[in-house]
């Protein structure tokens, strides 16, 4: 059984996302990703404690390949991302200030799901650079087995 993957708090995930982006390289920008998204640890879990958030993991028994299918996906939106800010010229210089709200986790609320110690957050990251305040979403955050996650697509301007 391998250890879960994701980050340990919010503003970690959010400010190694900073990194991937002003990487400008996809290897680095699709690690990142494939640490922020649910790993089979992660359904593991979700699978022991009767856990299903928006179809996950139960959806991985039909399609068992749409986690590999949106790393690819996420990965060049946030490579093209990347590439955009760059061009705005706001990229180099842009820093992490924190959140357009406090990030405060809740126990997560869905229907037939009996897994309380399963937190969830959907934040809006702020950061700013000398040309441009940006903010962006990394998606619906959950904190699964420990680790802070994202079940949901970007929101990205």
Excluded: H
């Amino acid at each position: 059984c391998s250890k879960s993957q994701g980050y340990d708090n919010i503003e970690e995930l959010y400010k190694e996302s900073l990194i991937a982006l002003k990487s400008k390289d996809k290897a680095k920008i699709e690690n990142f990703v494939t640490k922020l998204f649910p790993d089979n640890s992660s359904a593991s879990y979700m699978k022991e404690n009767n856990c299903v958030y928006r179809g996950y993991p139960k959806g991985l028994e039909k399609y068992p390949y749409a986690t590999d299918s949106a790393i690819v996906r996420y990965t060049e939106r946030l490579y093209k991302y990347a590439l955009s800010l760059e061009a705005r010229g706001c990229l180099n210089d842009l820093e992490f200030i924190g959140f357009d709200r406090n990030p405060d986790p809740e126990i997560l609320n869905e229907r037939n799901c009996k897994c309380e110690d399963v937190l969830f957050t959907e934040p809006y990251g702020l950061f700013v650079s000398k040309n441009d305040t940006i903010q962006y979403k990394l998606g619906e955050l959950l904190k699964v087995d420990g680790k802070w996650k994202s079940f949901t697509d970007f929101k990205l301007n």
